[in-house]
């Protein structure tokens, strides 16, 4: 079975307000993407990583991190598309023939444990696909144009998504090429698997898989990193 990595680095990242972009910020020692990286290189369960690349910034992606710290398993850099979803589809149309199943994965969610990624990947070869998700803590309102409350959900059935998303090559080629058919736009690839009945299934994940998107962010990066390190697990 091969598995392949879908490690997306095409982001803008505008609202971190850096000179360079998010996922080349360096955390410590090091680029945030490179701490990506690391775990997918460790995983013994992956087999390949795609980066999926800005146009412009590939040979700084190549150069940078992926010889600089030598990772073995990158096969390739993809060029990014517009939005996420077209960033995603350019690395699902650059998959070996034999790939099985597709992890997609933030490239600024550097915490992402092997411990994660092994669940996920064994529960995609049996389920239709699968999200790493961390349950809800706050009061949910579902609010108006008018800023008017409609609703409270009950948070006990609400998660919050994450990445990595995992799912059969050949389930997610099928969502892709549907949504783009019926011109359907959305935020994250397991809302295409669901539109058309299949199955997902909820791995729970971990408070500090952060996606890294603003200076705040960061900060508390910097301190998760830190606690990490004196845990041994950095």
């Known amino acids: 079975m091969k598995v392949t990595a879908i490690i997306l680095a095409a982001g803008k990242g505008k609202r971190m307000l850096h000179s360079l972009p998010k996922h080349f910020i360096r955390l410590e020692d090091k680029p945030v993407l490179a701490y990506t990286l690391d775990a997918f290189e460790k995983c013994p369960d992956v087999n390949q990583v795609l980066i999926v690349s800005r146009s412009g910034e590939e040979e700084y992606c190549l150069k940078e991190v992926v010889e600089m710290y030598g990772y073995k398993k990158v096969l390739k850099i993809v060029i990014g598309g517009?939005?996420?979803?077209?960033?995603?589809?350019?690395?699902?149309?650059?998959?070996?023939?034999?790939?099985?199943?597709?992890?997609?994965?933030?490239?600024?969610?550097?915490?992402?444990?092997?411990?994660?990624?092994?669940?996920?990947?064994?529960?995609?070869?049996?389920?239709?696909?699968?999200?790493?998700?961390?349950?809800?803590k706050d009061t949910i309102k579902e609010v108006g144009d008018d800023k008017t409350i409609r609703s409270t959900p009950d948070r006990s059935s609400l998660w919050y998504a994450q990445t990595p998303q995992v799912f059969k090559k050949r389930i997610l080629e099928e969502a892709f090429i549907m949504?783009?058919?019926?011109?359907?736009?959305?935020?994250?690839?397991?809302?295409?698997?669901?539109?058309?009945?299949?199955?997902?299934?909820?791995?729970?994940?971990?408070?500090?898989?952060?996606?890294?998107?603003?200076?705040?962010?960061?900060?508390?990066?910097?301190?998760?990193?830190?606690?990490?390190?004196?845990?041994?697990?950095?």
């Open 82 to 136: 517009e939005r996420r979803q077209d960033s995603v589809y350019n690395g699902i149309k650059e998959l070996d023939e034999d790939t099985d199943i597709v992890i997609v994965h933030d490239g600024v969610r550097p915490f992402v444990s092997q411990k994660i990624l092994s669940e996920t990947i064994k529960l995609a070869m049996f389920a239709d696909g699968v999200v790493t998700a961390v349950p809800v």
């Open 179 to 234: 949504a783009y058919g019926d011109r359907v736009s959305v935020t994250d690839e397991s809302s295409l698997v669901e539109r058309l009945g299949y199955k997902v299934k909820i791995v729970e994940g971990s408070p500090d898989n952060i996606k890294i998107t603003t200076k705040e962010d960061l900060l508390l990066a910097e301190l998760i990193l830190r606690m990490q390190k004196k845990k041994g697990m950095k």
